[in-house]
């Protein structure tokens, strides 16, 4: 390894302090490194102008595109970006929970070839948020053991690293420019490619939750991107199989027809103070489905 370039991608997140965490903790490694900001056109100029001061410290940049251009661009730019052999991604709304974050992922890639990936933590427990209940049900699944049993399924561009020769190789797709799944089909481009992505206990920590009208939005758009790239993503994402099921059994018109009476109730009662996450899959089920009978 000559080097460790630390990539954050970035739209309308403050990530100054994410930055002074992680900087303090490869002050004291025996490796070079760099850590680069990418900010992909956020329309917030305090936050930009909060993000510039990183330039400050020595090792770190804040680079500013000049319009939103989507996930896997940005992620790409930077990777094309930067100066060492070994990249890692982090998001920008995680933050650094363990004092051997950066040194446990030195010591994993070591002589490999694999895509590493850390996964993440929730920090916060909010009953009231619905992005927080939803990951509060899903957090039994975020551990190394579970997430190693399906590694290019259970895959996120959140927190991983890998050689920079392998993501130049293989780049994320930017096909995908609408928010959703481009590190579900990351995963299976790298299954494609014959690289293992290997899981490891290394999370960041996640507790910056976005109200529950603007993740009822989010949730809609990732569901539309899933829609366009169905086909690509059969086998990778268990919506689908679900719908596929559904499909078989002749059942997927009924669940349309729910979504078209009741779709509007469920969708104020999930931006309430009290989201049921029940209803979060039904609503999320039925809104696929009205995608799917209006094409």
């Known amino acids: 390894m000559n080097g460790l370039s630390i990539l954050i991608p970035t739209f309308n997140d403050e990530c100054f302090e994410l930055v002074g965490q992680l900087r303090q903790q490869a002050l004291k490694l025996n490796v070079p490194f760099e850590i680069l900001i990418g900010d992909d056109g956020s329309s917030d100029r305090n936050v930009v102008e909060s993000n510039l001061r990183i330039n400050q410290f020595e ?5 500013l595109r000049p319009e939103n251009s989507g996930r896997a661009v940005i992620r790409n730019v930077l990777g094309r970006m930067a100066r060492y052999d070994t990249l890692l991604f982090i998001d920008s709304d995680m933050s650094v929970i363990r004092q051997d974050y950066l040194s446990r992922y030195i010591n994993s890639l070591n002589n490999s070839n694999d895509v590493v990936y850390g996964g993440y933590e929730l920090t916060v427990h909010l009953q009231d948020n619905l992005r927080s209940r939803y990951e509060d049900s899903c957090a039994d699944n975020h551990t190394a053991e579970k ?99 559904l499909r078989q059994l002749h059942l997927l018109p009924l669940v349309h027809l729910w979504h078209r009476c009741l779709g509007g109730a469920e969708r104020r009662q999930l931006m309430g103070n009290r989201p049921r996450l029940f209803l979060f899959n039904l609503y999320r089920l039925g809104y696929f489905a009205s995608l799917d009978a209006g094409h």
């Open 59 to 63: 090792h770190c940049s804040c680079v």
């Open 147 to 245: 997430r190693a049993l399906h590694p290019y399924l259970d895959f996120h561009t959140s927190n991983f690293a890998c050689p920079a020769s392998v993501f130049h190789q293989h780049p994320l797709d930017e096909r995908f420019r609408s928010y959703g799944y481009e590190d579900v089909f990351y995963g299976r481009q790298l299954k494609d490619a014959g690289i293992a992505i290997r899981h490891i206990d290394n999370p960041l920590g996640f507790g910056r939750f976005e109200s529950n009208a603007d993740y009822l939005r989010k949730t809609e758009e990732g569901l539309r991107t899933l829609w366009r790239f169905r086909e690509n993503l059969q086998g990778y994402s268990r919506l689908l199989d679900r719908v596929k099921s």
